[in-house]
Structures are given as C-alpha cells and as structure tokens.
C-alpha cells in the first residue's frame, strides 16, 4: 500500500506572513531654513511624532520577525517529525523479509520428490503487500468435467488474499527422467485465500509455482 505521512505539512501557512508597513517617512530637512522642534505644527511633524512612528515601525518589525523565528520553529519541528516518519519506513522497508509459510495441502496433492530437492509449497508476503507462491507439488486431483475443472490446492489465510479474483500461470513437468517444462496452466487465487489449478495436466506430471506472485488486498 502507498506510504503516508502521519505529520501534516501544508504549502503555505497563513499565519506565516510579514505584516509590517513603515509609518515613519523622513524628510529632509535644509540647514538654516527648516524648523526643528519637539511637537508637530502645520508645517513640520516634530522629533516626538517622528520618534513615535520610528518606534512603531522598530515594534512592528520586531513582531514580524518573532513571528518568522516561530515559523521557522514549526517547520523544523515538523520536518523531523517527518524525518523520523521516513527513517522508520526505510527501516521497515529494509528490515527482515517474512519467512515462508508452509500451507496445508489440500486433498491428495503432496511435495514432489521428483527432482532431488525442489522447494517445498509455501507462500509469503513482502514489505510491498505482494504475496509470492513457491514449490513442486504432485499427485492432485486433475481438474475435469467431474469437479468442475477445479482442483483445490491450498487455502492461503486471511492478510494473504487478492482484493479480486486473480489468475496466474503455472507450469507442470514431465516425471523423471527428463523433467522438462511441459504446459502452462491457470491457477485461480480467490478472494477466500483458494488456490485452485483450473486445467487439466498428464498423469504423473508435477505442477511448479515458483516464481508466482499477486498483490494482496
């Protein structure tokens, strides 16, 4: 299933802007012509009123600028929240693949002994939600007309089923002494966890499922 962030981390933060607006606007004053005075007449503003708006402009600035060191505090808090979120998915993703399963054989079908030492029916699911098929197996019903073309295999458990029904093509081989490839054959993975061969194969052949593998749900 896709990775998702648990931390939040929006685009943009409203709360983040600048809102200081200069007040204070000199100007020049000419020697020996302009009046320089505490307080504010028609035509000069005055040192207390010029002092005032330098001293809202020093407060407003100062405002914007807590307000930019709280925000940059956020956001590092929340990127290493993040941070910690990624470590431990690489973790997981890096960390120990399950061991196989060893499933019950259903009916009569058994490990094959055919070839020396095949892999054993098993099954497992990695860290990306796929479930991988593994073993020779032999000496199961044939699929046919009388069982509905529909040779139970195994039951894989309940985390380990597709989301549909999902068919994949397996192999059977010839008995010794050849051993050879001989069919590909449908095997049906149901949503209930049946693994089901759906073709019919010779007698004596063996039916292969390594390197299968689904998506589970």
Request: charged residues 20%.
């Given at each position: ?12 933060d ?7 607006a ?120 044939n ?12 039951r ?62």
């Amino acid at each position: 299933m896709p990775f998702e962030f648990r931390t939040e981390f929006p685009e943009t933060d409203p709360e983040c802007v600048a809102h200081f607006a200069p007040s204070f606007q000199h100007v020049d004053w000419i020697d020996g012509s302009s009046i320089v005075q505490a307080e504010q007449t028609p035509t000069e503003e005055g040192f207390n009123s010029r002092f005032r708006k330098i001293m809202a402009d020093l407060e407003a600035a100062g405002d914007d600028a807590k307000r930019a060191l709280d925000c940059t505090a956020t956001v590092r808090r929340s990127l290493f929240a993040i941070i910690q979120e990624l470590e431990t998915e690489l973790e997981r993703i890096g960390g120990p693949v399950e061991e196989w399963n060893s499933p019950t054989l259903a009916s009569t079908w058994i490990r094959s002994g055919q070839l020396g030492n095949p892999n054993p029916p098993g099954f497992f699911k990695d860290h990306y939600g796929m479930v991988h098929l593994r073993g020779f197996i032999d000496g199961g019903p044939n699929p046919s007309a009388t069982n509905s073309f529909s040779s139970l295999v195994w039951r894989l458990p309940r985390g380990y089923r597709p989301p549909h029904i999902t068919q994949l093509m397996a192999f059977t081989f010839e008995p010794a002494p050849t051993f050879l490839a001989t069919k590909a054959v449908r095997l049906d993975v149901g949503t209930d966890g049946t693994v089901t061969l759906r073709e019919p194969y010779a007698s004596g052949h063996g039916l292969v499922l390594d390197g299968l593998s689904f998506r589970s749900a």
